[in-house]
């Protein structure tokens, strides 16, 4: 924080604790009657202090506005962003005639547009040219499934509610945002004390429902809306319930995830592979989560869609033919290690990351890169993208890696893609559920011999001796891990006979020599049968094209200088039209070439508008570039016409027939603008924009 | 019915009858233990009834397997298609590995790409040829939106319970199975009695609760399963009901379909569209009804993709601009009026099914129009689409005209898309509801004259006479409607006075002539409010795709004529995969033309894959077929390969590098396969295909 700032700061809390005493002494006043030009005076002197206090803000303002990483400024350039996707219909608040529903949002015309693209182009960077097999399953799924993935015991947030109304709150964000205004705002609290609250924000999601119920009462954090006390933390689990069927007895959930879909079909799609590992099966879907208390806008919904790739692969060969592709890229990775010793963020050449083991297999680094070159391909600065690994204690148990693609938005660093080496958890999980072996076979090319441990319980000897016991005795022999096997036969050999704990009867039993035969055999094997791990990058793709359209917005003057205009710079690929199509003025020719050219736009498969309205050039202009239209052609005669590209506004003129396969060309990446640029005569734009 | 099936039909009946009074004989000498000999000759008696019935059995089969209209023939058919369906993943039985969920199924990766392919037609068809503006919207939908559609009220079936075991049915189902049982298979009923049932059959849609409880009893129908009784009916209302957020008060729904999501935009898309009608807009997405007990496989499922249009356009021009484009397309019509006097559908000219007011207006006829080239362009067989009108008990009251196009398949004449004229009444439902007017202007280019009534209450006069009531009667008498005031108004001239009843007094009050002055007025109008009508295309995806799939199948003998071999003749723009690529034999020059060739596909963007695998090439053509893969490419040289079409199996020979253009434009629909095969030299297939 700048000095000024942190000096504004300081005397705007000072203001208003002034304002709020004065306010405190005008109310004594009135309620004890006092004359009338004393509660004037104290009134007076409360406007003065309000004044103030607005003066104050304002130099705040003027002070952060230099400032990009102020919180100040961050809001004020997200508004900026939210205003126009709001106003242009790239989202609408859903069900907004009705008041709406927290967390849940529409996409309108063009952000429909935009999440088609994405999605095209996630299906060509990823499906097509992976060769993976996309499969398509249903959002309701029965409760046997989910309980088997764990979701329906552990997929939980912890939640308090207000006592007198029952409003609920999430547990965690009451602590975070008392922890985060109390060392932001509160000037009074000593460095020890703003020490601990930066300790309880960094270990805030490793806290049990006890800690945090405690920490709450130590604090005493009330309701925020009513200042009424609040329950203890209990968990509340986030997936929206359903029963399947009329009879009510068939529990189901909206999926919170599409992976399950995928880990139940194992068997069917390692077949269909030709039994061959590795491969990779994806599922772009909706997942549900019925968030406690949504917040972070377009950040946090309750409904989304995702894109899951399941990536199977051998557990002893984690290696990637198409690993040296990605090995030569270098950009912002965040290790563990660099977290825990306070570091930031560096540039590392992911070949790199893996030799040295930073990242654990080639499999997740290349993955690691593809995600890399996606997002950057799709406009995502690749300064304010990077790859954190996730800390030992944010890890599930049986995981062996995980990265996650922050993108940096108004909001900080936002998960958008999660890329975790998930072992063989999944698969085993379902399988113990299902009872369905979903596993893969290694044929040996030649039979290799393996050391087996036989144990033969002789039960003849042992009926005479333990009658009706017999069959517990042999089971719990028959269950000797290999060392208990071992230890008993070397007793045996030496000592004849040996005391025996058998749990099913709860009680030590006499082992002799001619009970039990154990040895070693060899055996040749066929095949390895095994768990395949999964290796899976999971990409939230409303993030993704949120801190997309962060990333893309600017703004800039008129040419008048008298307003500010909205420009989205996407990349064609992206740009949910490409091409719009202006006759200069009104006029029955120059609408019939603007015709021609859509025409020939259509027939190039380039999404266009003909704009014919009488508005100012100008206007138009500042319109489409405000949906992010990187290509305008005018039609201001017969012949030729001009092609303006959005962020330099350079305009070329083309001949009419030449207008649409120029765009084409670079829309679709063959050429560049600087090549038409080199190529075609520049245009003037003159007196034409305002 | 051909006359040999009918009397084979009626001897299977007879000889069922004689195998089950045999069998009661046989349990009867059983249980009184009669001698051995002679429930011996008993059972040897009831074994040769058994033979004798599975060769009538075998002679049936015989007799209708010339007949494709047979429901045996029908039956083997379908079970061809969805075997071949299910053993290439087409689609999967949703989380099969825990013995499934009725009506929830997985498309796998061909079935995936079929989908993918056919929304990607659908939107070009019709989202970009029309600009019609694309949304996006939750599943998850709050219960006052449904509560306006009249989905909470009314979205229902009627159901019976088996009151032993809980287990529920759809009513009607149980009375159309007993109808079609009794018809078909009991030939000892009367013609007068074979007439009911089909009047029932006939009237099934319109039965009440009651009226389909009393005929459930009249027939003595029991639960399927058990023969136990069933309860009365009641409706189940089919939505899958959920909870939004953590309090359990905000009752929410996964949508029954997706249009209300476009209903309730209306304001902000007329905004978007420059406040102009008329104009559409579409969703693509999943919606869900909770069937009762699913049936009919694939038809009639839990899950499913809707694609729908909704086209806003003043009721009093529904005129389209580009009708002219379809009004000479000819093909199936059922019209009410043919299906109420017994006749079939038959070839119509849609131009003049419009101008003779078969179809309500143009805009409906044009959908009607673009929906036939959309099915026909995906290879649904025009002689087995027809478009069928709905029958006056069928629609809504508010719908204006409502047409289906019904796909003929194995289970019969299917619904597939819905092309409803609605009227006004959605906008209308949430108006009311929300109290926001979803309502569109038009400017009228002068000033329009109208006569208005002014009701003018004077307030002074009324307020002398009736003191502390007089709001009451102000508010009562400007209430009155247009009549009532016109009759007060000469009442008053003529008597100078009248009686009045004011219901929030609950009496008549005495108006006298100085009390309200009522007058009619002339006015300027500038402009004309009403709410537009809607006409709404409903697309159900998931069975025109299982439809095209029953449409695209047939088997023919392999060359040996060991074996029959299936066949999908999907076109290039359906087909999962367009080409294949096989080097004849393992070789490594052969593989490497085939990377090349690969590659050059690759970049063409022509979906494909490369089978290197050591089977027969005849095999491995076999297996594409079965696909639905158009083009096999064979190396078999490293020069040219051969490109073999699926259906004809005809090849030709081609450069290496000729080979994905070749394919690329023949896929792309700019030349045709005759073309390719008049360009090129031919390749006689030799002994290659097997």
Redesign the interface.
């Known amino acids: 924080m700048a000095t000024s700032e942190y000096s504004l700061r300081r005397a705007l809390v000072e203001k208003q604790s002034s304002i709020e005493s004065q306010g405190n002494a005008v109310r004594a006043l009135k309620a004890s009657n006092a004359v009338k030009a004393d509660v004037d005076e104290a009134i007076e002197k409360l406007n003065a202090l309000k004044l103030e206090k607005s003066s104050i803000e304002k130099q705040l303002q003027a002070a952060v506005s230099g400032n990009p990483d102020s919180s100040v400024n961050k809001e004020a350039f997200r508004q900026a962003v939210v205003n126009t996707l709001e106003r242009r ?1 790239f989202f ?1 608040p ?5 008041r709406g ?2 967390g ?6 063009p ?3 935009v ?2 693209n994405v999605l095209a182009f996630w ?1 060509q960077h990823f499906v ?1 040219e992976e ?1 993976m ?10 409760e ?2 989910l309980k088997a993935s764990g979701h329906v015991d552990k997929f939980t947030d912890l ?1 308090v509610k207000d006592e007198k109304t ?3 709150y999430r547990a965690d964000h009451l602590l975070k945002d008392f922890c985060n205004e109390k060392i932001q705002k509160d000037l009074s609290i000593s460095a020890e004390k703003a020490a601990e609250l930066k300790h309880v924000l960094a270990v805030l999601d490793d806290l049990s429902a006890e800690e945090l119920g405690a920490k709450i009462k130590e604090y005493g954090i009330t309701a925020p809306d009513t200042k009424n006390p609040l329950s203890d933390p209990y968990p ?1 689990n986030l997936m ?8 009510g007895l ?1 529990p ?1 959930y ?1 999926r919170p995830e599409t992976a399950q ?1 995928i880990f ?2 194992f ?3 390692y077949y ?1 592979n ?1 039994n061959k590992l590795p491969f990779a099966a994806a599922q772009i879907g ?1 997942a ?1 989560r ?4 949504p917040r972070q806008g377009l950040l946090r919904v ?2 989304f869609t995702l894109a899951e790739i399941e990536h199977f692969v051998d557990p002893d060969d984690k290696s990637h033919p198409k690993y040296s592709e990605v090995a030569d890229l270098e950009f912002l990775m965040f290790p563990r290690e660099q977290q825990v010793s306070g570091q930031s963020a560096k540039k590392i050449r992911l070949g790199e990351a893996v030799s040295k083991g930073i990242v654990n297999n080639e499999t997740l680094g290349y993955f690691i890169g593809r995600v890399y070159l996606f997002l950057t391909h799709l406009g995502i600065d690749k300064d304010r993208l990077r790859f954190r690994q996730h800390l030992a204690n944010e890890m599930a148990h049986y995981a062996a890696d995980c990265w996650d693609a922050e993108i940096e938005s108004s909001y900080g660093w936002i998960e958008c893609v999660g890329i975790a080496d998930r072992s063989a958890y999944d698969l085993r999980a ?1 399988t113990d ?2 009872g ?1 072996p ?1 596993v893969a076979h290694e044929k040996f090319s030649e039979p290799k011999e393996v050391e087996e441990l036989v144990i033969a319980p002789v039960k003849k000897e042992l009926g005479l001796s333990f009658k009706g016991n017999q069959k517990k005795v042999v089971e719990a022999l028959e269950a000797m891990n290999e060392k208990e096997a071992l230890d008993m036969k070397s007793s045996l050999e030496t000592k004849g006979e040996v005391e025996f704990y058998v749990c099913t009867l709860g009680e030590n039993v006499t082992i002799k020599k001619s009970m039990v035969s154990i040895s070693k055999e060899k055996k040749k094997e066929h095949q390895r049968i095994f768990t395949p791990s999964v290796i899976e990058p999971s990409f939230g793709i409303g993030r993704i094209i949120y801190c997309l359209y962060e990333h893309s917005f600017y703004m800039r003057s008129s040419k008048a200088g008298d307003e500010q205009q909205n420009v989205f710079r996407f990349p064609p690929l992206v740009a949910p039209i490409k091409c719009t199509v202006f006759p200069l003025v009104q006029n029955q020719q120059y609408e019939d070439v603007a015709k021609i050219i859509s025409k020939s736009l259509t027939a190039a498969g380039i ?1 266009h ?1 003909i704009d014919i ?1 009488g508005t100012s050039i100008g206007k138009r202009y500042a319109r489409t570039d405000e949906l992010g239209v990187p290509f305008a052609i005018t039609v201001d005669s017969t012949s030729s016409v001009t092609i303006r590209e959005r962020d330099s506004k350079d305009q070329i003129r083309v001949n009419v027939e030449e207008a649409a396969s120029v765009v084409k060309s670079v829309t679709d990446g063959h050429t560049t603008w600087a090549d038409a640029w080199a190529n075609f005569p520049h245009h003037s734009s003159g007196s034409v924009e305002d």
Do not use: W
């Open positions: 219909l609408i859903s069900f907004k005639i009705y529903v927290a849940l949002y529409d996409y309108g015309p952000g429909c547009a999440k088609s299906r097509l060769n097999l996309e499969v398509d399953c249903p959002c309701v799924t029965p046997v499934v939640m029952g409003t609920c509340f929206f319930q359903t029963s399947i069927g009329p009879s068939s189901g909206m879909g139940v079909n068997k069917d799609l269909y030709g909706q549900f019925n968030e406690i208390s309750r409904e379902h559920k299902s369905v979903l999404s508008k309205t």
